[in-house]
């Protein structure tokens, strides 16, 4: 398939699941900023700094027997 027609059907594909999507409220309507989204990022860094920097070597704490 051309690329310009794979780009024109999947414009027009989101079009149409953005429309649905407000149909049935599925759409965020403001940006998430309660609790929870902040604790779930907030590990998430932590698990990224926890993480070995460089990815042949492994650290003494996830060291198995």
Do not use: C, N
């Not at 794979?6 to 989101?14: A, C, F, I, M």
């Not at 407000?22 to 309660?34: C, V, Y």
């Not at 070597?57 to 027997?65: D, E, F, L, M, W």
């Amino acid at each position: 398939m051309h690329s310009d027609t794979h780009l024109l059907l999947h414009s027009l594909r989101s079009t149409e699941l953005r429309q649905h999507a407000t149909e049935f409220h599925l759409a965020p309507t403001t940006p998430r900023a309660g609790l929870r989204t902040r604790l779930g990022w907030g590990l998430v860094e932590l698990g990224l700094r926890i993480l070995p920097r460089h990815p042949g070597r492994i650290s003494v704490a996830t060291r198995t027997a």
